[in-house]
């Protein structure tokens, strides 16, 4: 890939298109009230997908960008667990009865904190709470420096089938450099504990373009990381913004990787993978040939939302805990960032809502053709527009940047579609910008 291209587009500061339009522009006119007239409004038949924000991890990872509480102790995870069961309670008690459980998941932070016992009443609540169809699909995210036989029991009898471990480096130098020290054999205990008790669906997350980080090295993660056969693996880039997350500025930037640099990176990694038997999934994943995500590619069903690539169909996403984004038909909310915030929202009965985006007809035909070339690198903007009642003239004459793209041989269009070469997939997110109503419409 040229350099010059690398810099004009890669290192754009452009949004992941999780979904569209993005969090900057969530505002406080979507607020709780907006948010319990959308619940009420959901159909009683109408199938969901759940996620669970628990926000703690016992050490600060440097290139972290989540919102996370280091603690050492349990009372305050115990804490804000007791407020996100009650949100559990109030956000049930707004929206219709027979709502369709499909998929669950917990993120965090370390979701696993929550020990063996939190993690069963959370699930026995949400059955409770909510049908779960069978089966459903419930996943969780590891930290394997934290896991113990115990909680892989739990995660078992919970009939979790599904766990995501954070590996990002097996590199000694690159883990002191991130302040994640992790070995292979911990990672690969984890992976065997999970699979013992019944959870047999692995994803791995690796990281690209961290400090001291070399194309050797990221090969070697890669082969280790194959060696315990995960169903499917995540590979970022690592984003380094320490103006906007602190704990970033605890990471050396002279020895962070140029973007040619983490250009070969990315590349070698993803040979490592395809020459292993997994398959390229959109930007940034890679899954074995039975696993769902590669399924959904195959017959064009694969989705992205919040969480990033995606098999879930549902089209509404209720979220749990401080920080969580849900979404409903008419558009998208947020929790509170602040847990302060939001464990008062809560315990004064309301629910936590503090800002969200109510969605146009234009934003759904705009994040339409965003999602399809962010999971098919190609889009059919015609069709989509006419499905949507749209005027496909309009969004392609308005979409400056596709001519710069085509000019620069990163996209091929015939009649309005659109085919990302496959030596610029990297660069999809350039792309999708050309669609995005909020950027500016000259440069990348």
């Excluded at 959901?42 to 926000?55: C, F, G, N, Q």
């Excluded at 965003?370 to 527009?385: F, G, K, Q, S, T």
């Amino acid at each position: 890939m040229q350099t010059s291209i690398l810099k004009e587009y890669r290192e754009a500061l452009l949004p992941w298109y999780t979904i569209y339009p993005t969090v900057p522009e969530f505002t406080a006119a979507v607020g709780a009230e907006t948010y319990e007239e959308w619940l009420r409004g959901l159909p009683a038949d109408d199938s969901v997908s759940l996620y669970l924000h628990i926000p703690f991890c016992r050490s600060i990872c440097w290139y972290c960008g989540f919102p996370t509480t280091i603690t050492r102790n349990d009372a305050p995870i115990l804490n804000y667990l007791a407020v996100v069961r009650d949100e559990i309670r109030l956000v049930s008690e707004q929206a219709p009865q027979g709502l369709l459980v499909n998929d669950v998941h917990f993120g965090g932070g370390t979701p696993t904190l929550i020990g063996p016992a939190g993690f069963l009443a959370m699930i026995e609540l949400l059955r409770r709470r909510f049908a779960f169809r069978k089966p459903a699909t419930i996943a969780v995210e590891i930290d394997p420096r934290t896991f113990t036989a115990e909680i892989a029991e739990a995660l078992g009898a919970a009939n979790v089938n599904r766990a995501s471990l954070g590996v990002q480096s097996f590199d000694p130098i690159v883990q002191k450099a991130i302040n994640r020290v992790q070995s292979e054999s911990q990672t690969a205990a984890a992976v065997e504990e999970l699979r013992r008790h019944g959870v047999r669906r692995i994803n791995f997350d690796l990281i690209f373009g961290l400090p001291n980080q070399t194309v050797e090295s990221c090969v070697q993660t890669a082969t280790a990381a194959v060696a315990m056969r995960p169903n499917r693996l995540s590979v970022f880039g690592y984003a380094h913004i320490p103006s906007v997350i602190k704990n970033q500025r605890l990471i050396e930037e002279t020895a962070l990787p140029d973007s040619v640099a983490r250009a070969e990176q990315a590349g070698a990694v993803a040979d490592t993978l395809v020459a292993a038997g997994y398959q390229e999934i959109g930007l940034d994943h890679f899954a074995l040939p039975d696993d769902e995500l590669t399924l959904a590619q195959a017959c064009g069903r694969l989705r992205r939302n919040s969480l990033g690539y995606s098999a879930d169909t549902c089209k509404t996403l209720i979220g749990f805990g401080a920080s969580a984004i849900g979404r409903v038909g008419e558009g998208y909310v947020q929790n509170d960032v602040t847990r302060g915030f939001y464990s008062r929202h809560i315990a004064a009965g309301r629910l936590a809502t503090s800002r969200g985006y109510h969605l146009t007809d234009e934003d759904r035909v705009r994040a339409a053709i965003i999602e399809r070339l962010m999971c098919d690198l190609e889009a059919d903007v015609p069709a989509i527009c006419a499905a949507h009642g749209f005027d496909p003239i309009r969004l392609l004459d308005s979409a400056e940047r596709l001519a710069m793209l085509a000019e620069d041989g990163i996209v091929d269009i015939e009649k309005g579609f659109i085919r990302v070469r496959q030596e610029h997939r990297f660069v999809i997110r350039a792309v999708a910008a050309a669609f995005d109503g909020f950027l500016d419409r000259v440069s990348p």
